[in-house]
């Protein structure tokens, strides 16, 4: 076995049947392009593991809370999930596993300090999550979570509202407590190569609240778009007993 993957899965707990799944969840789409001489296929690198690992890691964080603290209110539920899925918690899990080191990263990536971005290593720890529900199904996946995103965590400590940076969930909760439309997200635009890509997302909650942001990728995208939109909400005046305010002068994107 390679010395690196036994060190790896050692720290994960988990011994994969089929390691191209775990070498798939370490491949950042920059390595994958290059390898790919830039030909479009996305299919050796790990963004749809993290999109499944999202979901995923989601689900079992609910599970858990609701099966360990059945008398919590939803609110300090929804608090402590958003907490123990941020990027900033999932960026701390990464560090402790020393994923950095294992990522396989292309030629720019590396000479940026790939290794050490939070987002990059966060997404990487989603990505893991779905490689081992997809090698071995929910049971060790379940494992990996309470023993490397929970770990030790004090349920019983309220969380600090500044760690919670999942501003999607913090937008809908605002907008759900004021009557309003859920949030509404779209991409407005997508520039660069296919290894660097940027994303302007447009965050909207009903036709009044609208934001846009840019961002490296459509998570974080959409993350700050949602701060904006949030910050409008929470700092506009009453007016009637709504919200008042004009939120930003957002024109909708012009059809492709």
Known sequence: MDEARELLETRLGYSFRNPELLSRALTHKSRAFEESAGNGDRSSDNEQLEFLGD????????????????????????????????ASH?????????????????????????????????DAVEAILAAIYADGGIDPTRAFVLNNVVGD????????????????????????????PMPRYLI??????????TFIVEARVGPQWADRAEGTSKKAAGQRAAELVLGQLTGAPEVDGQRGG???AVEPPSPA
Request: aromatic share 8%; hydrophobic share 40%.
């Open 188 to 197: 407005v635009k997508e520039t660069g190569p296919e290894h660097k890509k």
């Open 90 to 122: 999932l960026f701390e899990v990464a560090q402790r596993l020393d994923l950095g080191r294992h990522l396989f990263l292309g030629r720019g990536e590396e000479l940026s300090g790939g290794r050490e971005k939070r987002a990059l290593l966060g």
């Open 153 to 180: 965590f004090d349920f019983a400590k309220s969380v600090d509202e500044s760690l919670v940076v999942d501003y999607k969930s913090a937008l809908q909760e605002a907008a759900q407590a004021m009557g309003l």
């Open 246 to 248: 004009s939120g930003s």
């Open 55 to 86: 979901a995923i890691l989601g689900f079992l964080i609910s599970e858990l809370l609701v099966s360990r603290h059945p008398s919590f209110p939803e609110g300090r539920l929804s608090k402590l999930k958003a907490y123990l899925v941020s």
